[in-house]
């Protein structure tokens, strides 16, 4: 409880289907109590036994279908009653789609293929973590794919990956993320590299179908795609690939009726695209805030989560590794040799040399063995940072939350860098 103002106590009682919203305020812990009934944090049944504590920051909704008695401990900013919620269109979406697993399962057919798009900050990733969890509360195992490089849902800003998951998130640290399957892409924005942000989103869907084949009950579960915020120009095509590749279903627009009359349009008959409200209690976020937001992800990934671990340091010397980056400038199209087309370059693999560059740049470790293999297009084992170099020495420094040996000896580099601070 350490942080926690205890002199800050506040008691809420909700009527049936109201949310209570509150926001931690920087620096600030806030604890929260379910004194009596039942109630929801985006899907995850809250239990009396447990004190859940809020780090600064958080923005937190608490909803009860029944009716419930809440205590929040601590300095937390704007903590209001709402009963203004879209929670009831929402479980009637998830109970459509569980129609629609049971359906698959009688058929032996594959699950519903559910996309989640819509502009920054309408919600997508609380309302996939929601669908996901009512979806497991069933006993299901659907498969979250996380398309969204600004935050990284399922691993560290910067990569793709996809998630099966059998357990409710945890209200405060979210899903297990122990084993995600993750791929590195460099970037915040989709833009920073539209042609390799394809291939891995025709990656995923590839390695979610060969999952399918052997797994019935990931199969017949289905998944829940969580896009990024960017729907205009090429954004825009980048879903329209993400709905083809993954053979979608529905696809959910939150709250932009020009997005949902232009998905209409442009995508085949038999795809339900159906537009739903976002809920008022989502918050905006600057650009300053969502900076933020993703350094708190990185720093939870060598810190664990409210920062219980610490990382290991090591050295690497050059000749141990070799670092790629993916993607060579763009020449010019009179440059290119003959044949090879302008795409091309952006998922080629550029060697760099270590030197001091490297300096607060995130690596991620290929799970490649060999150079054969396609490193764009193979998963990650995690990531380090660096944080120095040494060109006498011709070692660099970094901290990793697994101890030495490395498994494998691909680095891929990002654009992302993290400054440790923490220290
Ligand atoms: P992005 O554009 O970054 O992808 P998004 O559309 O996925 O954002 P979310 O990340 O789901 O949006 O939500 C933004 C923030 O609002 C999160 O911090 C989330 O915890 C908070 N939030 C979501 N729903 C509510 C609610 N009903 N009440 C209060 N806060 C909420």
């Known amino acids: ?12 009682k909700l009527a049936k289907d109201n949310e209570l919203r509150f926001e931690v305020e920087t620096g600030a812990r806030v604890k929260l109590d379910l004194i009596d009934g039942s109630a929801e944090l985006f899907g995850t049944e809250l239990v009396r036994s447990r004190s859940y504590i809020f780090e600064s920051g958080a923005k937190i909704a608490v909803f009860t279908w ?18 203004d919620t879209p929670m009831v269109i929402y479980l009637n979406t998830h109970a459509a789609i569980e ?19 819509g502009p920054q900050d309408v919600g997508k990733s609380t309302v996939g973590r929601l ?8 006993g299901r195992k659907p498969t979250l794919i996380d398309l969204d490089v600004g935050q990284g849902g399922v691993s560290i800003p910067g990569t793709v990956g996809a998630l099966t998951v059998e357990r409710p998130a945890d209200p ?7 084993v995600p399957l993750v791929y590195h892409f460099g970037h915040t924005s989709p833009n920073g590299n539209i042609k390799l942000y394809e291939v891995l989103i025709s990656r995923l869907a590839d390695v979610f179908n060969a999952k399918c084949d052997f797994n019935k009950q990931v199969k017949h579960s289905g998944c829940i795609v969580n896009t990024c915020g960017w729907v205009k ?32 349009r442009d995508l085949p008959d038999f795809v339900n695209v159906i537009l739903q409200p976002k809920s008022p209690g989502v918050v905006e976020r600057t650009r300053e805030m969502r900076r933020d937001a993703r350094e708190e992800k990185t720093k939870e990934y060598f810190y664990g989560p409210r920062k219980i671990y610490f990382p290991h340091a090591f050295d690497i010397s050059f000749s141990e590794v070799q670092i790629f980056k993916i993607g060579a400038p763009a020449l010019p199209d009179s440059c290119l040799p003959l044949g090879m087309e302008k795409e091309d370059t952006q998922t080629k693999l550029v060697p760099v040399a270590p030197g001091i560059d490297l300096v607060h740049h995130i690596l991620s470790l290929s ?32 901290l990793s939350p697994a101890p030495r040996p490395l498994p494998r000896n691909y680095f891929l580099i990002m654009d992302l860098r993290f400054i440790d601070i923490h220290k």
Not at 172 to 178: E, M
């Open 99 to 117: 129609q629609m697993r049971k359906v698959s399962e009688q058929k032996d057919t594959l699950g519903p293929r559910i996309l989640v798009c």
């Open 172 to 178: 405060v640290d979210g899903f297990d993320l122990k």
């Open 233 to 264: 120009g090429q954004g825009y095509q980048c879903i329209l690939h993400t709905a083809q590749s993954f053979e979608a279903d529905v696809v959910l627009v939150l709250d932009s009726e020009r997005l949902y009359n232009d998905l209409k």
């Open 367 to 398: 799970m490649a063995e060999s150079l054969e293999e396609n490193l764009v297009e193979t998963n990650v084992a995690g990531f380090v940072v660096v944080t120095n170099v040494d060109p006498e020495r011709q070692v660099f420094s970094v």
């Open 131 to 138: 669908l996901i969890n009512y979806a497991v509360r069933l």
């Open 66 to 83: 029944f009716g419930c008695s809440l205590r929040l401990t601590g300095k937390v900013e704007a903590a209001y009653v709402s009963k």
């Open 1 to 12: 409880e350490k942080g926690i103002d205890l002199k800050e106590v506040c008691d809420y």
